[in-house]
């Protein structure tokens, strides 16, 4: 009888402990960068444990993960990425395999393309003509069930925040339409393609606000799918999350407005603040370092022509970044009598720990540096 008794204890004991045990089952989520990550936190909230692969200060473009890092993506459910090539040197990590689901946090986005907003000043000269897009950008065959699903997706997230989806030649399409970057050549021989030549797609997604919003609401859906347990969580911290976006979205335009109009130009370290460009009115007129990337290395001719831009356009400031050296910056400064300011680009600091953080500081910095 005792053992009975003793039997009937043990199975109560697990039917009790089962339910527990499967509550705390957590995901585990992993954001590719500061940015991202802070994102996704906000969406999950206490319902998942999330992770941020990169560190404040690190540049996504020379990222390289560490064998750690490799275990780390190996164990999460899930990997938010930006995606459109940003997270280069991920990308060979991914291509060998992992056990977790990747995510392109920005697949709803209408990318840009590199040099939209750079080249608006030369006029005719421009090369927006898109009629005879490369390979890199076509969406060859028909597409699938689950790319019908995400475009439907994504035209409700599009219609749910109030946001047009423009579609004029700066414009690509929506990431999960097109392909960004190339990395695999017919001939082995052949010369890596410039991934950031005018006509490529501008990665920096974030630096617009509404774009943000819709990382919101695909997080949200993402995370929903693989914990539907915790949905209600998700749906309820992404609504707030939103709402308070949109009140930076409103918040950056206003401190941004009062800049002159013949002001209103951009000269940065390497260009990465394309999208913020064409959201609030301002315009790319030179970078330090030539196209998205920061390896690259300008020539003398380079230098030359952009010193000559900043006196052309009576540029005020050179804005340099939290990722990238300022030392060119600074030379092309004191040759042209613009002033240094800096912002923060690819990664948040300790200074601005959140995005919202990061855009105010980032407006507020270029508001003061451009205004008379």
């Not at 906000?42 to 020379?62: E, F, I, K, R």
């Not at 390979?135 to 689950?146: N, R």
């Not at 339409?177 to 991934?195: K, L, M, P, V």
């Amino acid at each position: 009888m005792k053992r009975v008794w003793l039997l009937l204890l043990v199975a109560l004991f697990i039917s009790l402990l089962s339910p527990v045990q499967a509550q705390d089952e957590r995901l585990t989520v992993i954001g590719s960068t500061t940015i991202v990550a802070d994102v996704l936190q906000h969406v999950a909230g206490d319902a998942a444990d999330v992770v941020s692969l990169m560190q404040y200060g690190q540049n996504p473009h020379t990222f390289e993960p560490t064998g750690q890092d490799i275990a780390l993506l190996d164990e999460a459910d899930v990997v938010f990425v930006n995606g459109a090539g940003f997270e280069e040197g991920l990308l060979p990590v991914f291509e060998e395999g992992t056990n977790s689901t990747l995510v392109e946090i920005s697949a709803c986005v209408n990318i840009l393309s590199f040099g939209a907003d750079m080249h608006e000043h030369e006029g005719e000269d421009a090369d927006h003509d898109h009629e005879g897009e490369d390979a890199d950008h076509d969406h060859e065959g028909e597409a699938g069930e689950h790319d019908h699903e995400l475009d439907a997706a994504c035209m409700g997230y599009y219609e749910t925040l109030g946001l047009e989806l423009h579609e004029d030649e700066a414009h690509l399409g929506m990431l999960h339409e097109i392909t960004c970057g190339a990395h695999e050549h017919e001939d082995e021989g052949a010369e890596e393609e410039d991934e950031h030549e005018p006509g490529s797609c501008d990665p920096h997604i974030w630096t617009d606000v509404q774009n943000v919003m819709l990382w919101t609401l695909y997080a949200r859906d993402v995370l929903s799918e693989l914990d539907p347990m915790h949905a209600d969580v998700y749906a309820a911290n992404a609504a707030a999350y939103v709402g308070e976006l949109q009140a930076l979205d409103a918040e950056v335009e206003a401190i941004l407005a009062p800049i002159p109009e013949e002001r209103r130009v951009l000269v940065t370290n390497h260009q990465a603040l394309g999208y913020m460009a064409y959201r609030y009115d301002l315009q790319m007129v030179g970078t330090v370092i030539p196209g998205g990337s920061t390896t690259a290395e300008p020539s003398a001719e380079d230098v030359a022509a952009l010193i000559e831009v900043i006196e052309d356009y009576g540029v005020p400031a050179i804005f340099t970044e939290n990722i990238v050296s300022n030392t060119l910056a600074t030379q092309i400064a004191e040759a042209t009598g613009a002033q240094i300011a800096q912002l923060y680009t690819g990664s948040l600091n300790s200074d601005a720990p959140t995005y919202v953080d990061y855009m105010r500081y980032n407006a507020t910095t270029i508001a003061a540096a451009l205004g008379e």
